[in-house]
């Protein structure tokens, strides 16, 4: 069965330094994977999606993340974090028409 | 460009009423969009897959006849909740599927039963 670890329930950085969100996945064929976040009582922004090809993919707002097939995982990183990035983070696997399974989420929380 | 509507973002309603919640991809077509409930600080839960023209997918617990969904063209999808009652009260959040299987998210709906 698929299924989405995010091993980190809540995460505090301080404010210019770098971050990385874990996120480890269960999928028995090629995943297409995601990160999506999540502003408070707002819907879910897509950051960034992997379907195939660089392992590296780039997003929007300066993340980026990596896939690694022999780790199953698909961490989310940014090397510099803004207050505004303060948000809960959800990382998703599916696989073409298939629904999608989300991880629990992380909540990162930002220091001045 | 894919962006998704909801309307309305908030509605409060008395217990017994029914509540009417609309999706809308507004610059891309959707065959296929998605119900979501998501209770605080936890994560989405998918209750149905709404397919454009055809009946929709309930995920198991979900009552159907509780929650009506109508997917009546390729932009808009209707969520009904029937006979609410204070333990709907819920954030509802829509999404639609485009053409290269990703979801996109709408803004949510903030639901309120008294």
């Known amino acids: 069965a698929q299924s989405v670890t995010q091993p980190d329930i809540h995460i505090t950085v301080s404010e210019g330094a770098s971050l990385e969100l874990r996120c480890n996945y269960s999928?028995?064929?090629?995943?297409?994977l995601f990160w999506y976040v999540q502003s408070p009582g707002q819907g879910l922004q897509l950051l960034l999606k992997y379907f195939s090809g660089d392992t590296l993919v780039q997003g929007i707002k300066g993340f980026e993340a990596e896939f690694k097939r022999s780790q199953s995982s698909f961490n989310l990183r940014k090397p510099s974090v803004h207050w505004s990035d303060a948000a809960e983070y959800f990382c998703a696997v599916g696989g073409g028409a298939q629904k999608l399974v989300f991880g629990q989420g992380t909540r990162l929380t930002i220091n001045p | 460009g894919a962006v998704v509507s909801q309307h309305p973002s908030w509605v409060i309603c008395k217990s017994g009423t029914s509540v009417k919640i609309e999706c809308r991809s507004l610059?891309?077509?959707?065959?296929?969009m998605f119900w979501y409930r998501q209770f605080p600080k936890q994560s989405l839960m998918l209750m149905a897959t709404s397919n454009e023209g055809s009946k929709a997918t309930y995920e198991q617990g979900v009552e159907k006849d509780k929650f009506l969904i109508n997917h009546a063209s390729l932009t808009l999808s209707t969520l009904t909740v029937t006979s609410a009652h204070p333990e709907d009260s819920s954030f509802y959040i829509c999404?639609?599927?485009?053409?290269?299987?990703?979801?996109?998210f709408g803004p949510g709906t903030r639901l309120l039963v008294l």
């Open positions: 999928y028995g064929a090629t995943p297409y």
């Open positions: 999404s639609a599927r485009d053409q290269t299987e990703t979801q996109y």
């Open positions: 610059d891309f077509q959707a065959t296929t």
